[in-house]
């Protein structure tokens, strides 16, 4: 042994050097370290502070389960919380650790320790919960919290991969390879995922033999024979971390073989699943078993195995079974003095006992208290009749059993069942298709996993198990011991939350019995280790409390995911751009080179919102420019995202009929009507038109953000409630683009851009279509109007409508044309008291109240929704009205503002759902729904501000211009 | 992510679907039903601790609305009743 490092062995590269920063200091640790082996070969013991108390802490395992040593990297990779036993070391490598300030040895923070008493369980419920938690959560979490968070977003590269196979095994340890080894030669479809660095599981750990050579030497034969089979897939670093219903499961691999590529999410459908997570330690509660340099034995053998560190002189074991004695070997091996092993048990078994032959070994004996504050120096041990001892040591390596890693399992809902002898929770009934296997399913012994991994595998295969492996192991026996009860000192059960046995007991005292509410009131097993070492401490400690069994306390729920998982790996190539795409119109292109501000029109259509003269034209003046020239000369927009659907067959007409309120059988061909579609419970769905195109065929017009919500009902309707009927409904919203030309010039740039029709108001009239040539292009051209002017919809093919566009633009110029915004177009639909959906119906909004009772055809025999709305409106009560409104004073009006009665600070009588300033009365108007407001024209109502400010408004007709309509007809 | 058995497009993913609900009984015709149950109908939807036949629209697929037997204590895909019947 040279220095902290041993000098043969491990799993590292010793001429690979790398140099690394922790808390501004430089190291040097090698090519195969994690960040803590690092940190422990270069003697550094404190590693962060704790969230609550601050209390220092050291590295206590030596994987995913780690509650203590967290970091946070710094650099371009920069990422917060991180568990210090799970970053690999790299070159260049700089972390600091969490909590400190200014470094873990001397932390301003741990004043808060002197105070430690006024922070209980339940502390921030209790003491902050008035006015509201939101107050204190910026201070507290300053003061108490993790790492802080990256300044730049992540810089990762990501991808999603799909995979589908015969068998999932999750975990390469030795009932894992065993069973992914069985199902490969049985020729099954195979996906191995791994979270460790290599392949090996808990054999990495520790010195075993199988077939009379050293087990890794097995695992390499078995990886091999694995890599060269063509159905398997074999991921090492891949966390398989969530769990879905139907055998879904996610796996996200960090160290991807692409270069550039920062890791890679698999989506995995699997037949079947074996769990071959092996299992975690746990620790016992006593008093300061938080100190750095107390430590799990196993993790203490994986420092000595995997990574040559051993930076410890004097060893106690603390232990209340048999697996701490083979770290009790192996300390001694290493060249370490074991001053004792201490063991809860009265009865060591004997084969143990021979493991550490020579070693001093205390039976009935526990160690009660950790002496050191920031390094261990000693413990103190006390004998079956009480009396109490010092032993000197700089490591405690402890051990309080085994736990199976049914978290994966769990997620799958698979039950549990307490195992006395074990003194763990196992699998017992399994939903999905899984199984588990090794230590996992309580196979705790090399012999009993091997043959566990290859009975499993060989089952799925539909296959007699084949014969495995020789090996042998330390049979495992144990006698459950949770805490050790000691008056003074903090023996905690969850070290990353800072939860203590006091807290458990505190929370049954105030009536929090059950393990879920321990959990939350505690916080015990929130952290982002998610109790991997404490949480059946945790259960013990209450069963123990209750004088119940652990099985009768129950653990608390297993949730996704297992281990933390960047965002980024989640997402894969959903990001940016990627993440939602935009739709563009064949025109968004031109309206972006125009200058165009632009929003979303819905169902992620871009649409200009307005199109300012120069940059720094005002918004309002822009849209008032608009508004002006279609409302006196003429204006062009893009109307292509309109929803619109095609439906057609014999049954359309009475099809129709039945989804809107109004009659749509009895139009006749070319012509079209404003309609109605409500759900059946009598709430607005949509509206728009309806044209009909010859005897069987119909054009159906809807909202750009319900295209696919109109769709759904439509073949809902169709599939499910009408499945006789012969109709066919195809969505052509991306089939036609159009350009919707309105203003009183609308016809004179229509005839100027050519039409093979008549244009007149006689042959052409308002709500009629004709299909023919403009501008020499086939089109559909529809007299609609959504601004209350002359208007063409002139539609035709998506490829056709970029040379439409400019011809329009050409023919309009000398009428002074402009292209329009939906910021214009909303304006325009105020004044006219033409209806937005999401703007005028919340809900509770009929038709009726809209002042759309004209719709509402009362002969037809039966529409969807008419007998909802009728039963409503027999109940009576006030209904919500469109009105429209004008501030007195000429000022604005929020959308969204209450109404109330006389403006008091009393409950509101209606809001304001729009409002703008009219280019035609050049003054604010708005629209609102007002209780009663149908019968409340000319009255004074009030709209009242947040801080109390009282607008009164004149109560009108919801129509500010033409209300004859006489414009949209010319 | 359930796996859904589309009866065009074999068993896909339920991220390819929506879901439509529970399947409620047929329609009742409005002139032969009197307010109290017609209200029933439609708001009272089966909710029950087991299997429940729902309706899913293969909306990232070939259209069709289709109906499955789902057991809400496990997300198993049952046997169950045709609704073609
Ligand atoms: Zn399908």
């Known amino acids: 042994m040279t220095g902290k490092r041993l000098a043969t062995g491990g799993r590292i590269d010793r001429n690979r050097p790398l140099r690394f920063t922790f808390d501004g200091r430089g190291y040097t640790g090698f090519a195969g370290d994690t960040l803590a082996s690092a940190l422990l070969a270069n003697g550094v013991r404190t590693v962060a502070r704790s969230f609550k108390y601050h209390r220092p802490r050291g590295v206590v395992t030596a994987g995913v389960e780690e509650p203590a040593a967290l970091v946070e990297l710094l650099g371009p990779d920069a990422s917060g919380n991180r568990q210090a036993t799970t970053v690999p070391l790299t070159e260049g490598l700089a972390a600091r650790s969490v909590n400190c300030w200014p470094s873990p040895r001397f932390d301003l923070g741990a004043v808060v320790q002197l105070a430690a008493r006024a922070i209980p369980a339940g502390f921030y419920y209790k003491t902050f919960k008035w006015p509201g938690w939101a107050l204190y959560a910026p201070a507290i979490r300053r003061a108490a919290g993790l790492a802080s968070a990256p300044d730049h977003p992540p810089q990762g590269v990501y991808e999603t991969r799909h995979a589908h196979c015969d068998l999932l095994v999750a975990g390469a340890g030795p009932a894992g390879l065993m069973a992914a080894l069985v199902a490969a030669r049985a020729g099954l479809r195979v996906v191995l995922a791994d979270e460790g660095v290599e392949a090996g599981g808990a054999l990495l750990s520790r010195d075993l033999l199988i077939d009379g050579a050293p087990a890794r030497d097995w695992v390499a034969a078995v990886v091999a024979e694995l890599a060269a089979a063509p159905l398997v897939t074999h991921l090492q670093q891949a966390s398989v971390w969530g769990y879905r219903e139907h055998n879904y499961l996610m796996v996200t691999e960090t160290a991807p073989d692409r270069p550039g590529l920062t890791a890679r999410g698999w989506r995995v459908r699997a037949g079947h699943v074996i769990t071959a997570t092996g299992a975690l330690e746990r620790g016992i509660a006593f008093a300061e078993n938080d100190r750095p340099g107390v430590m799990l034995a196993g993790s203490v053998q994986t420092y000595l195995h995997r990574n040559a560190v051993a930076p410890w002189r004097r060893a106690v074991v603390f232990t209340n079974n048999n697996s701490a004695y083979a770290a009790a070997a192996d300390l001694a091996a290493a060249g370490i003095v074991v001053a004792a092993i201490i063991d809860s048990r009265d009865q060591v078994p004997e084969d143990a006992r021979a493991r550490v032959a020579g070693l001093p070994l205390r039976a009935g004996h526990v160690v009660t208290r950790v002496l050191g504050r920031a390094g261990l120096r000693g413990v103190c041990v006390a004998s079956p009749d009480g009396a109490e001892a010092r032993i000197d040591c700089d490591l405690l390596a402890v051990s309080g059993g085994w736990n199976p890693s049914v978290h994966l399992w769990s997620q799958a809902r698979g039950t549990l069942r307490y195992d006395a002898d074990l003194a763990a929770f196992l699998p017992d009934r399994a939903v999905e298709n899984v199984t588990a296997a090794g230590a996992a399913a309580g196979a705790l012994g090399l012999p009993d996993a091997l043959a566990s991994g290859a009975e499993v595998g060989a089952r799925v295969a539909g296959l007699p198990a084949p014969a495995v492996p020789q090996a042998s192991d330390l049979p495992y026996a144990i006698t459950p011991l949770w805490q050790v009860a000691h008056p003074r000192g903090k023996a905690f059960v969850d070290l990353q939350n800072d939860v203590t046995v006091a807290d458990v007991e505190l929370a049954l005292r105030e009536g929090y019995a059950d393990v879920e509410l321990v959990k939350r009131y505690t916080t015990a097993g929130m952290g982002l280790d998610q109790g991997k070492t404490g949480n059946v401490t945790v259960i013990g400690t209450l069963a123990q409390a209750q004088g119940r069994a652990p099985g009768e306390v129950g653990t608390t729920t297993f949730r996704a995911p297992w281990t933390p998982v960047a965002f980024g790996a989640i997402a894969g190539q959903r990001d940016g751009p990627l993440a939602l795409p935009w739709r563009e119109t064949p025109v968004t292109r031109w309206n972006i080179d125009r200058g165009a501000m632009m929003y979303e029109a819905g169902a992620r259509w871009r649409r200009p919102g307005y199109f300012p003269a120069t940059p720094d034209e005002p918004m309002a003046e822009a849209i008032a420019r608009e508004c002006r020239a279609v409302r006196f000369g003429v204006g062009v927009y893009d109307g292509s995202p309109l929803a619109k659907f095609e439906i057609k067959g014999p049954d359309a007409a009475a099809f129709l009929d039945h989804l809107y309120t109004n009659r749509m059988s009895s139009l006749k061909p070319r012509r079209g009507r404003y309609g109605l579609m409500l759900t059946d419970d009598g709430l607005i769905l949509d509206d728009g038109v309806c044209f009909r195109l010859d005897a069987a065929r119909w054009l159906v017009s809807g909202s750009t953000g319900h295209a696919e919500a109109l769709h759904r009902h439509l073949e809902y309707q169709r599939q499910t409630s009408r499945p006789g009927w012969r109709v066919f409904i195809t969505p052509v919203t991306e089939q036609w683009a159009n350009a919707t030309i309105c203003g009183p010039q609308a016809r004179a740039v229509m005839q100027a851009l050519g039409c093979d029709f008549d244009l007149s108001a006689q042959a052409f009239p308002f709500m009629q279509l004709r299909e023919g040539h403009v501008a020499g292009l086939p089109a559909r051209v529809l007299r609609v109007s959504f601004t209350g002017e002359l208007s063409y919809e002139v539609n035709v093919a998506p490829r056709h409508l970029p040379a439409l566009w400019q011809q329009v633009m050409g023919a309009g110029a000398p009428h002074g044309i402009l292209p329009v915004g939906s910021e214009a177009n909303h304006v325009l639909r105020v004044e006219k008291g033409f209806l937005s959906l999401a703007h005028e119906v919340d809900g509770t909004a009929d038709p009726h109240d809209l002042g759309l009772g004209w719709v509402m055809a009362q002969a037809k025999p039966d529409h969807l929704g008419q007998r909802a709305v009728a039963i409503r409106r027999a109940g009576g009560g006030v209904r919500r009205e469109l009105v429209g409104v004008i501030p007195e004073g000429d000022t604005p009006l929020p959308e969204g503002a209450p109404l109330t009665p006389g403006g008091q600070r009393v409950a509101s009588e209606g809001f304001i759902t729009a409002c703008v300033r009219s280019v035609v009365q050049d003054r604010w108007l708005g629209l609102a729904l007002l209780d009663n407001g149908h019968a409340r024209h000319g009255e004074t109502a009030h709209v009242r501000l947040q801080g109390g400010q009282v607008i009164p408004v004149r109560v009108a007709a919801p129509i500010h211009y033409d209300p004859e309509g006489e414009r949209l007809r010319s | ?85």
């Open chain 2, 1 to 85: 992510m359930l796996l859904i058995p589309c009866p065009f497009c074999g068993p896909r993913d339920e991220s390819e679907f929506i879901c439509g609900g529970p399947v409620r009984p047929p329609r009742p015709d409005p002139a032969q039903t009197s307010d109290a149950d017609w209200t029933d109908w439609l708001i009272q939807a089966p909710n029950p601790v087991g299997p429940v036949q729902e309706h899913w629209w293969h909306a990232r697929g070939c259209g069709v609305w289709l109906t499955l037997w789902r057991d809400t204590r496990s997300h198993e895909i049952v046997a169950g009743a045709s609704d073609d019947g």
